[in-house]
């Protein structure tokens, strides 16, 4: 099975009210973990890679391991560019073999978002690949861009339309409350509930998704900034050395809400490093006498592994429908 685009995962997703599961892959175990989970729950899965990682291990090293990937395992895998900052950056990924790209225009004008998120569509377009676009700015780290809480702004329902049709784009990243990376909330945004001592975020802004389905109904929409930080791999990482205090993330329930309306891509990258942190410090805690990398990495990746089968399973809900994305492509 060769990589395959995101149109059909997404016409799947929507119609049976699930989501794709979108993982960030760095390096050849964070792959295998992600891959091996998604191929024993027969679920269609999407590879990222952000220009960071592409700096960090070569994108031809990552387009090669997604490749393996697909060799060991027969579900559909779509390779993508997670946050492309420029023309460039989306040019030379699809000109790579990557399936989709993301071009993050959501630090510009309104108008400049759609000149440049047009750029790269007509030349995505022209050589098969789908783009995802973004409007509104979300809060948190990325790569070198970091963006302050009172700088984020939510999506604005009446400015989609307009966006959907000048850039031509084939999903749409929205900012509904979720943030990058694995301090999301402050403790004062939050209510520490008293039974679990676990912090609790507001809610997302469901009311403003539902207003944007209704302005574009049907159209894929992408959640960032989706990890759920969960406890049981803080309290690894806490109780073997590691020092991350009052991270919070996204509740698992709301994603699973989000899943089901039009939310067809949900991104997660965070939730993956606190697995592998996870992992490789608790292996060091019992075997501090260790020093080969296979000993201490595979832990992380059967974490990793664990953590994507736990969200296929409980949060994105597309356990088993793999053969139907993969009739739907076959049929095209
Ligand atoms: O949205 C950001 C992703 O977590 C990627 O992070 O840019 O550090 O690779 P990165
Ligand atoms: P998290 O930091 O919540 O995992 O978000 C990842 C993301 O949005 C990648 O684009
Ligand atoms: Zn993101």
Same mark, same amino acid.
Request: contains cysteine; charged residues 25%; negative net charge.
């Given at each position: 099975m060769p990589l395959v685009g995101t149109k059909e995962m997404f016409k799947k997703a929507h119609e049976g009210g699930f989501a794709i599961g979108a993982f960030n892959v760095n390096n050849m175990e964070i792959v295998q973990g992600i891959t091996g989970a998604a191929a024993e729950l027969n679920s269609p899965i999407i590879l990222q890679c952000s220009a960071g990682a592409r700096k960090y291990a070569n994108s031809r090293y990552l387009v090669h391991l997604v490749r393996a990937a697909l060799e060991v395992n027969d579900i559909p895998i779509a390779l993508h560019l997670d946050h492309g900052p420029d023309y460039a950056?989306?040019?030379?990924?699809?000109?790579?073999?990557?399936?989709?790209?993301?071009?993050?225009?959501?630090?510009? *004008?309104?108008?400049?978002?759609?000149?440049?998120?047009?750029?790269?569509?007509?030349?995505?377009? *022209?050589?098969?690949?789908?783009?995802?676009?973004?409007?509104?700015?979300?809060?948190?780290?990325?790569?070198?861009?970091?963006?302050?809480?009172?700088?984020?702004?939510?999506?604005?329902?009446?400015?989609?339309?307009?966006?959907?049709?000048?850039?031509?784009?084939?999903?749409?990243?929205?900012?509904?409350?979720?943030?990058?990376?694995?301090?999301?909330?402050?403790?004062?945004?939050?209510?520490?509930?008293?039974?679990?001592?676990?912090?609790?975020?507001?809610?997302?802004?469901?009311?403003?998704?539902?207003?944007?389905?209704?302005?574009?109904?049907?159209?894929?929409?992408?959640?960032?900034?989706?990890?759920?930080?969960?406890?049981?791999?803080?309290?690894?990482i806490n109780d073997n050395g590691g020092k991350l205090k009052d991270a919070v993330g996204i509740p698992e329930g709301q994603l699973r809400k989000a899943a089901k309306s039009a939310v067809c891509k949900i991104n997660i990258d965070s939730d993956l490093r606190l697995a592998m942190t996870a992992g490789i410090r608790e292996h060091f805690m019992a075997h501090p006498e260790h020093f080969d990398p296979r000993q201490y990495i595979a832990p992380g990746r059967d974490y990793i592994k664990e953590l994507v089968a736990h969200k296929i399973k409980e949060v994105l809900g597309s356990e088993g429908t793999a053969p139907a994305i993969m009739e739907l492509i076959n049929n095209k």
């Open positions: 950056t989306c040019k030379s990924c699809i000109d790579d073999g990557f399936t989709s790209v993301m071009f993050d225009g959501s630090h510009y *004008s309104f108008e400049e978002n759609i000149q440049k998120t047009k750029e790269v569509v007509e030349y995505a377009h *022209s050589k098969g690949v789908v783009v995802e676009a973004e409007l509104g700015q979300l809060a948190g780290v990325e790569d070198d861009v970091s963006v302050d809480a009172d700088k984020a702004h939510y999506t604005k329902p009446e400015e989609v339309v307009e966006f959907v049709s000048k850039t031509g784009c084939d999903s749409l990243a929205i900012a509904i409350g979720t943030s990058h990376g694995a301090f999301k909330f402050t403790p004062e945004q939050c209510t520490r509930n008293p039974e679990t001592g676990v912090l609790e975020p507001p809610e997302l802004r469901f009311d403003i998704l539902a207003e944007i389905e209704k302005q574009i109904p049907g159209f894929p929409i992408v959640l960032h900034g989706a990890s759920s930080v969960i406890p049981k791999y803080v309290k690894i």
